[in-house]
């Protein structure tokens, strides 16, 4: 009687190992220095204590400490308070795409009044630039170096009466020099030039004022209203 096959496949295929090196993770100082090689420098610098706060919107918060005490014996132990960080998909109008950052819960409500993250970060007060820390300012950048904000800027100057050309330099060809509108560099020939910009309009508004524009272009249309008035009379 011939023998039976045996009921199972012998193991053909064995587990194959690889001899690539794994990739060492790069430390914090060098990741965040490979980051912002190519953007001017932030003007606040790094967070020396809290340094994930490098890489996310952080809004400046840190971990808080303090004691819990009981109500009974009023026995006292150390805590640590941390900050409500989330990591988030946030749309980006300039971009056109979505951005997954690390952000603090306060800080994605202030987004939400603010009317999105665009806007966030191009906030120009210097309280909004310190709580941008590295991260934010890299994708302040980023947003400040698309069309989008070329058109943006370009309108808000032409409401101004400003001239447009050489607005912040091309979308693509900008130079390491320009920053956006707060906390930065523009060079020196783009500081002389938004210094003489903000004197021409401040006259141009004095002028307005010394001249009483706006009552004269008020009185203009009452005497066209009593001439409308008076030719239907006559009629």
Same mark, same amino acid.
Not at 79 to 95: F, V
Not at 118 to 135: F, N
Not at 202 to 231: F, H, N, P, Q, Y
């Given at each position: 009687?011939?023998?039976?096959?045996?009921?199972?496949?012998?193991?053909?295929?064995?587990?194959?190992?690889?001899?690539?090196?794994?990739?060492?993770?790069?430390? $914090?100082?060098?990741?965040?220095? /490979?980051? /912002?090689?190519?953007?001017?420098?932030?003007? /606040? &610098?790094?967070?020396?204590?809290?340094?994930?706060?490098?890489?996310?919107?952080?809004?400046?918060?840190?971990?808080?400490?303090?004691?819990?005490?009981?109500?009974?014996?009023?026995?006292?132990?150390?805590?640590?308070?941390?900050?409500?960080?989330?990591?988030?998909?946030?749309?980006?109008?300039?971009?056109?795409?979505?951005?997954? @950052?690390? @952000?603090?819960?306060? @800080?994605?409500?202030?987004?939400?009044?603010?009317?999105?993250?665009?806007?966030?970060?191009?906030?120009?007060?210097?309280?909004?630039?310190?709580?941008?820390?590295?991260?934010?300012?890299?994708?302040?950048?980023?947003?400040?170096?698309?069309?989008?904000?070329?058109?943006?800027?370009?309108?808000?100057?032409?409401?101004?009466?400003?001239?447009?050309?050489?607005?912040?330099?091309?979308?693509?060809?900008?130079?390491?020099?320009?920053?956006?509108?707060? &906390?930065?560099?523009?060079?020196?020939?783009? $500081?002389?030039?938004?210094?003489? $910009?903000?004197?021409?309009?401040?006259?141009? =508004?004095?002028?307005?004022?010394?001249?009483?524009?706006?009552?004269?272009?008020?009185?203009?249309?009452?005497?066209?209203? @009593?001439?409308?008035?008076?030719?239907? =009379?006559?009629?």
């Amino acid at each position: 009687m011939p023998p039976r096959p045996p009921s199972f496949l012998p193991l053909l295929h064995t587990r194959a190992f690889s001899t690539t090196p794994t990739r060492p993770a790069r430390p $914090a100082a060098s990741q965040l220095a /490979h980051q /912002h090689a190519t953007i001017p420098p932030y003007p /606040h &610098g790094p967070s020396p204590w809290y340094k994930q706060s490098n890489f996310g919107l952080y809004g400046s918060a840190i971990p808080q400490s303090g004691n819990t005490v009981s109500e009974r014996t009023e026995i006292k132990n150390r805590r640590k308070w941390h900050p409500n960080i989330q990591t988030q998909r946030l749309y980006s109008e300039a971009l056109g795409r979505f951005v997954r @950052v690390k @952000v603090l819960a306060k @800080v994605l409500r202030t987004i939400d009044k603010v009317g999105g993250l665009d806007e966030y970060l191009l906030g120009e007060k210097s309280g909004r630039v310190r709580e941008l820390g590295m991260g934010g300012w890299a994708l302040r950048w980023r947003v400040m170096r698309t069309e989008w904000y070329t058109l943006r800027r370009e309108g808000e100057r032409r409401k101004l009466g400003l001239p447009v050309e050489g607005l912040l330099g091309a979308v693509d060809g900008g130079s390491e020099s320009e920053i956006g509108v707060m &906390g930065g560099v523009i060079g020196e020939e783009g $500081a002389v030039e938004r210094e003489g $910009a903000i004197d021409r309009v401040l006259e141009r =508004v004095e002028g307005m004022e010394d001249e009483g524009v706006e009552l004269g272009v008020m009185e203009e249309g009452r005497e066209g209203k @009593v001439g409308k008035e008076k030719s239907r =009379v006559e009629l």
